[in-house]
Structures are given as structure tokens and as C-alpha cells.
């Protein structure tokens, strides 16, 4: 309950703070605490007093009333800021609700705090209703996985593009992040697709999803940014892949190159006639085909084979050789080619559109 006390009576309560007395003291410090609440109007100078002596007084309490004072001033946009700058910086019982909730804390008090507490107190201001990108930026450099994996998740903070690909190279290695990064509300779409090859088939849907629902202007942007960040060189190729690629072309010179002939390379094991086979009848780069298959990634192998307007017999026939030593081969190609045949030519181009990226950033 507020105590009345009258605007005159904050100069003597100021000057029992003097009072060595804990109990004393203790009871100043809500007597003052309800005073500020109580008071419908307050000169800047009372303002400039009441923050000095409540983060005097705060500073000398025990943690408990320190976590109450917290919890009372943590949503009051007019909180002395003094005081929120010191609870802030108390341990994290305290500093927790005045991190997540204070909007009298400044980008510059936020930074702070995460450049020189722990990682609770960073988690923290992760949770804030909203998260400048000055301030996101410092917590993916400075925060572990679980802080990260927190910023993730609320949509609310805003990563500037340089800490969105420093997130998703992290979330790529660390199967935690998978989720919070591939169900992030803003994270860029050519991002988000960099998680296909290490996320679960689960999410692996959830990224079709979201690139059919993608509207065509921001594909084009998110295609422009992607291309600018492929790496022109993505990895050794293999030692036969001159003379692979110099008879696939004459194949296709020949009119001979058929989505049949790749069932036969794969059947006869040339690999990497297969592989160059694949990137040139789907339009992706050869590590991308690559990848796909030295894994047995089937369900990429369908978006590939449904952007190629290849029919579901042929996806199954690849899908059969690939998984030959497998003891149940035909059962799970099976299952494989029941996903391929719910799957949307409109979902695998936009997906695809991902993909080829690498091969047109290596072409220029």
C-alpha cells in the first residue's frame, strides 16, 4: 500500500538515509519507493534526488529487496535512471526484470551491460519486447548458444544482416539453433535456406514452405544478397571431372544427354558424369549435386528432380540406386517418392532458385 507522504517530507526522508540502521534503512527505501509512486507531479531536481538516494540505499540492501525494488520500478517508464543503470548492473536475480522491461534503459546502458556482465543478464535482455540492432549485434558477438538460441526466438529483435549470417553459421553447427533459426519470423530468405542441407526433414518442409509464400519481390532481393555472398570456390574437384564433364557434353551436343542416361551413370557407378549430369539438367552447381547425393539427401534430390520436370518413375529409379546397400532400399525410396508427389512445382523452383546461386556467383 502507498504511504501518503507530503512533497515537504521528501528532503527529511532524504536525510534519514543517513541513518546507519539496516532495518532503518530498509523501511526509508520503500517509504521512499511508495513516495515516488504516490507523487502525480515531481520537479526535476526531486527527480535527480530520488534517483541519487534510491541506488544509494539500494546498493546497501540485501538481494531480495533489491529484487523487489526491481520488479516495482522495472515498468515504469518515468524509473530514475540512475537507479536502472545500477540494478541493471546488479547480479542477475535482480537485473533480470529491469533487462527484459525497462524502457528507461538506453541502447548504450543495454550494450553495456552485455559488453561486461554474464550471460543471464544478456538472455535477459534478449527477451525485451523489442531489440535494437546495435544491441542484437552485441549479444550474438558476445553471447554462448542458449543466449543466441533466446534472440533467435523473439521476433522482436532486429539483427542487422552481418549478425543474422554470423547467427546461421553458428545455428548450422549447432543442432539446438536449428529450430530457432529456420522458424525466425525475419531471418533473410537466402539464410534461411543455407539451413536446408543440416536441419531435419521437419524443418527441411518448413523452409519449402516459406520460400512457396515468399513474395516475388523479396525473392529477387534475397537472391541478390545470396549471390553476393557465395564464395567463388566451394571445394576440390574430383580427378576425373575433366574427362567426366568433356563426354557429358558431347552427350549433350548429341542430344543424348536424358534423364535416362543419368539412371544409367548411376547404375554403371560414374559417379561424376551423374553429378555433372544432374547440375546441367537442373541448373545447379556441381557441389550442390554433389552434396546432395554423397549424403543421400532424397528429399533435395525430389525438389531437384520436380524443378526438372522429371516424373516420379525416374526420381524413384535414382532414389533406388542411391540407396542400393540399404536393406530396405525399395521402402523408403517409396516413401521418398510419396513426398515427391505432394511436393509443388511452385515450392521446388523458389527452393531451387536457392541453390542456383552458387553455380551463377561461380560463372561470374
Not at 184 to 194: G, H, I, Q, S, T
Request: aromatic share 4%; glycine share 4%; charged share 25%.
Amino acid at each position: 500500500m502507498s504511504v501518503d507522504v507530503a512533497p515537504s517530507r521528501l528532503p527529511q526522508l532524504i536525510a534519514l538515509a543517513q541513518d546507519g540502521s539496516s532495518d532503518n534503512r530498509r523501511a526509508l527505501l520503500r517509504e521512499l519507493t511508495d513516495h515516488f509512486f504516490g507523487s502525480s507531479a515531481r520537479t526535476g531536481t526531486e527527480d535527480a534526488l530520488y534517483g541519487q538516494i534510491l541506488t544509494q540505499l539500494a546498493s546497501d540492501m540485501e538481494t531480495a529487496v533489491r529484487a523487489e525494488l526491481a520488479t516495482r520500478f522495472a515498468s515504469a517508464l518515468d524509473a530514475p535512471h540512475p537507479l536502472m543503470r545500477s540494478l541493471a548492473h546488479d547480479v542477475s536475480e535482480v537485473a533480470g526484470v529491469v533487462l527484459a522491461k525497462s524502457q528507461v534503459l538506453t541502447d548504450q546502458d543495454l550494450v553495456e551491460v552485455v559488453n561486461r556482465r554474464t550471460q543471464a543478464h544478456m538472455r535477459a535482455v534478449s527477451q525485451r519486447e523489442t531489440v535494437s540492432e546495435v544491441v542484437s549485434d552485441a549479444i550474438v558477438d558476445k553471447g554462448d548458444d542458449e543466449t543466441l538460441g533466446t534472440l533467435l526466438r523473439n521476433d522482436g529483435a532486429r539483427l542487422s544482416r552481418q549478425a543474422s549470417e554470423a547467427a546461421v553459421e553458428r545455428a548450422k553447427a549447432n543442432p539446438d539453433l536449428h529450430e530457432a533459426a529456420v522458424q525466425r519470423a525475419n531471418l533473410e530468405p537466402d539464410l534461411l535456406n543455407e539451413m536446408y542441407f543440416v536441419v531435419e526433414a521437419r524443418l527441411r518442409q518448413q523452409i519449402l514452405e516459406k520460400n512457396a509464400r515468399l513474395d516475388p519481390v523479396l525473392l529477387e532481393s534475397a537472391l541478390s544478397a545470396g549471390r553476393a555472398r557465395v564464395a567463388a570456390v566451394d571445394g576440390i574437384l574430383p580427378a576425373d571431372y575433366s574427362e567426366s564433364m568433356a563426354y557429358v557434353e558431347e552427350l549433350r551436343v548429341a542430344g543424348q544427354l536424358t534423364p535416362q542416361m543419368l539412371a544409367r551413370f548411376l547404375r554403371s557407378g560414374s559417379k561424376t558424369s551423374f553429378l555433372i549430369a544432374l547440375a546441367q539438367l537442373s541448373d545447379i552447381d556441381f557441389h550442390t549435386a554433389s552434396k546432395i547425393v554423397e549424403r543421400r539427401e532424397l528429399d533435395a534430390l525430389a525438389v531437384v528432380c520436380k524443378g526438372a520436370d522429371l516424373d516420379r518413375a525416374l526420381f524413384l529409379t535414382y532414389a533406388v540406386v542411391l540407396l542400393n546397400d540399404d536393406g530396405d532400399a525399395m521402402g523408403k525410396a517409396q516413401s521418398y517418392a510419396r513426398m515427391y508427389g505432394e511436393l509443388t512445382k511452385e515450392a521446388a523452383m523458389r527452393t531451387l532458385r536457392f541453390w542456383r546461386m552458387r553455380r551463377t556467383a561461380q560463372a561470374a
